[in-house]
Each structure stands twice: as structure tokens, then as C-alpha cells.
């Protein structure tokens, strides 16, 4: 198998991948950010995206988990595909250490810190246009959110955490 094959697809794959974390990431931050204020003045406006967008925020902790599952299923691809890549190419020594490091920088630039300024910067334009695709992942995703949405609120209750943590993150 030659180098190109090999690397082109994978180099292609993470970007790719990059992308959708960035997406998740950018969401979460503008979700959580909105005032409740602007939230509820969007009813004015009935578009679906605004319609979906008020249904996302109604259960916090289930959008919570949605975009924590579709962002850690990402990342643990990234991490899998940069750590295979590595491998290939860097004795076995140094490839864990070198794709340790190549996949956090990679995951915090590009999928985490940027991504999340950004969704932070545009809020409200961003929170209305990922509402839509964000509702289309928690039903794709629904058996694996339904499953760790009960189980976190579960270990929650049993460690006596506040079951309604998340909803202090909606914005002010």
C-alpha cells in the first residue's frame, strides 16, 4: 500500500472529522449561551429553526447530552484514525506519544477552542441555524442519548447532584 493511499484518506477523514467536532463544539457554546430573554422573543418569529430551537432548550440536559455523544463519538475517531496514521509511520514508542500530541492539539484547536469562541461570537445566528441538523443528531443518536441521558440523571440522583444543573447554563 503506498503512502498516498494511506495518508490522503486519513488526512481527508480527520478534516472531515474536524469539521463535525467543530460543529458540536459551536453549538454546545451557542446553545447554552443565549439569554432566555432572546429565547422566548424568537416566538415571534415561528420558523421552524426558531420552533426547534425553543424544543432543544426545553430539556437542557438531554440537548447536553446529544451534543456530548456526537462529540466524543467524533473525537475518539480522530484520536483512533491520527493514532493508526501515526502508528504506520513512527516506531511504536514514540507513535503513542506522538499521536497523543498530535490528536490533542488537533481536537483543542480546531475542534474545541476556536469552534467554541465562534459559536460563542455568533450565538444567535449560529443557535438558529445548527437547531435543525442538533434535533436530526439526537434522533439519529436517540437510543445512545436516551441511554446516557437516563443513566447520568440516575448516577446524578444517587451521588446527590442537582438534577436540574444544566438548566443554570441556559443564559441569563
Not at 22 to 30: I, L, P, R
Not at 57 to 68: D, E, I, S, Y
Not at 86 to 92: E, G, H, I, Q
Not at 97 to 125: C, D, M, N, W
Amino acid at each position: 500500500m503506498s503512502v498516498v493511499s494511506t495518508l490522503v484518506p486519513s488526512v481527508v477523514a480527520i478534516a472531515i472529522l474536524l469539521g463535525v467536532s467543530a460543529f458540536f463544539s459551536s453549538s454546545e457554546s451557542a446553545l447554552f449561551s443565549l439569554s432566555e430573554e432572546w429565547v422566548q422573543a424568537t416566538k415571534a418569529d415561528e420558523s421552524a429553526e426558531s420552533r426547534t430551537l425553543r424544543e432543544l432548550r426545553g430539556n437542557p440536559h438531554r440537548l447536553l447530552v446529544t451534543l456530548l455523544v456526537g462529540n466524543n463519538l467524533v473525537n475518539i475517531a480522530i484520536t483512533s484514525i491520527v493514532t493508526l496514521l501515526v502508528a504506520t509511520y513512527v516506531p511504536p514508542g514514540i507513535a503513542v506519544v506522538l499521536a497523543t500530541l498530535a490528536a490533542t492539539v488537533l481536537i483543542l484547536v480546531f475542534g474545541e477552542i476556536v469552534p467554541k469562541s465562534y459559536g460563542l461570537g455568533h450565538a444567535e445566528s449560529w443557535s438558529l441555524r445548527v437547531s435543525r441538523p442538533i434535533s436530526y443528531v439526537e434522533w439519529t443518536l436517540g437510543p445512545l442519548v436516551t441511554l446516557f441521558d437516563a443513566g447520568t440523571r440516575s448516577l446524578t440522583r444517587l451521588l446527590g447532584g442537582d438534577q436540574k444543573i444544566e438548566d443554570t447554563y441556559m443564559g441569563d
